[in-house]
């Protein structure tokens, strides 16, 4: 919702009022809202992982070791890192001083679409966007795969097919999240900054920044017995 709340809202007023002014601070605080929701979903992922770990691994300590306590401080731990994060990468970007055009080809502002109105030496940007990048998405999807390496192999021990089912049931939503959203920002935060047509960053940017907040809701909700009885209905009553 964080997301989704940061760049649709505006998009509506550009499409709908062809209103495309916005201001300095305005876009100073797009930016940084967007590098910090995606950093901190990005490290609830992680923390998501290593709670089905400790639900399937170990469950008989799931409610000595994940306690609400340790909940609420790992989610803040996510969303000061992200302050801090999301404030170096803004306000490095906004050091550079900036001689081109003042129109920005995207319906929302991100670091990469105004390093290219810049007249500084981008070369410094570009490296601490790739570097830190990296090892943060790197170090989250060692963290999620390691986790899930424990859980599959501790799944197959299952004694019973069911009990397989169940246990995986519980872990495919988060694994098709993690796809769409470390897939979506890996080809938008490691491509070069330049030399890339305009229709395809635009493209890609509705990808990544819309997609897999809207696809968040409808793969959770498949785990609800309501919500797929209904689809079978659905499905039912358009085949026949």
Excluded at 60 to 66: P, R
Excluded at 147 to 153: A, E, G
Aim: charged share 10%; hydrophobic share 50%; aromatic share 10%.
């Amino acid at each position: 919702m964080c997301c989704i709340s940061v760049t649709v809202p505006k998009a509506c007023v550009i499409f709908l009022l062809n209103n495309r002014v916005i201001s300095v601070v305005g876009c100073a605080a797009q930016i940084f809202l967007v590098v910090l929701c995606a950093y901190a979903e990005l490290l609830l992922l992680t923390i998501m992982a290593r709670d089905r770990y400790v639900a399937i691994c170990q469950p008989l300590h799931y409610h000595v070791i994940m306690t609400p306590r340790v909940c609420v401080q790992m989610m803040l731990a996510s969303v000061l890192s992200g302050l801090v994060y999301a404030g170096v990468h803004t306000g490095n970007t906004f050091h550079l001083y900036f001689c081109h055009s003042n129109v920005v080809h995207q319906f929302f502002f991100d670091i990469p679409s105004l390093l290219k109105l810049s007249c500084s030496d981008t070369l410094t940007n570009e490296i601490t966007i790739f570097v830190s990048g990296t090892i943060v998405a790197c170090g989250s999807f060692s963290f999620i795969t390691m986790s899930y390496i424990h859980i599959f192999s501790t799944v197959l021990k299952f004694p019973t097919r069911r009990e397989q089912r169940k246990a995986f049931s519980t872990c495919i939503p988060h694994i098709l999240i993690v796809i769409a959203f470390l897939g979506s920002g890996a080809v938008v935060n490691l491509k070069p900054t330049s030399n890339s047509p305009l229709i395809q960053d635009m493209v890609i940017s509705v990808f990544y920044s819309v997609v897999p907040p809207f696809l968040n809701p409808v793969i959770y909700t498949l785990r609800n017995k309501q919500i797929k009885e209904a689809i079978w209905k659905v499905m039912r009553r358009t085949l026949t």
